[in-house]
C-alpha cells in the first residue's frame, strides 16, 4: 500500500499472500502474525490530548478486525514463522 515509502528493490522483493500460501505446500506449520492495521495509523499523531486512549482503542478494534478472513491481510504488518518441513 506504500511502494511511494520504499526502495525500488523491497518493493521487489516483498512477501505476500500468494508467497505464504505457497509455503504451505512444503512446509507442516506456517502460523501468521498480524500486527496493527490501526493502531500504526495513531502513531502520527503525537499532540493529541488523551493519544493513549486512542491508542488503545485502536489496539482494541486491530485485535477485532485481525480475526475476520478477508481484513486479516490488511495487517501494517506481517510476521510468519515456518517450521517443520515436510519431508518427500
Not at 506449520?29 to 482503542?57: A, M
Request: one cysteine or more; charged letters at 20%; aromatic letters at 12%.
Amino acid at each position: 500500500m506504500t511502494p511511494h515509502l520504499r526502495s525500488v528493490w523491497e518493493v521487489k522483493h516483498n512477501l505476500g499472500k500468494k508467497d505464504i500460501e505457497t509455503a504451505t505446500h512444503y512446509i507442516d506449520n506456517v502460523e501468521v502474525l498480524d500486527f496493527s492495521p490501526f493502531h500504526y495509523r495513531s502513531c502520527t499523531v503525537s499532540k493529541v490530548t488523551y493519544l493513549w486512549l486512542i491508542q488503545r482503542g485502536l489496539e482494541a478494534l486491530d485485535s477485532v478486525i485481525l480475526r475476520l478472513p478477508l481484513l486479516k491481510w490488511q495487517a501494517w504488518m506481517v510476521v510468519f514463522v515456518l517450521s517443520q518441513p515436510i519431508k518427500k
